[in-house]
């Protein structure tokens, strides 16, 4: 009665799924950023950079002032 519960192949699968769906998320991520970086440098407002990256609020309202989805 001591036995060893062994995982289903059905959760391994799903903690994969879940592995790539990281992945895919922080690839998207940095993708947005890079987008909005790139965008204030056209813009010529460098000097938001350094505040879009530790403020989440103003980086957010970047996005939607930019379009970036």
């Known amino acids: 009665m001591g036995g060893k519960v062994l995982p289903l192949p059905s959760d391994r699968f799903v903690r994969m799924g879940e592995k790539i769906g990281e992945k895919r998320g922080q690839k998207q991520g940095e993708d947005r950023l890079a987008k ?15 505040i879009v990256t530790t403020n989440e609020e103003r980086r957010q309202e970047l996005y939607r002032e930019y379009g970036i989805a």
């Open 36 to 50: 909005l970086i790139n965008t204030l440098l056209g813009a010529g407002r460098a000097q938001e950079i350094p």
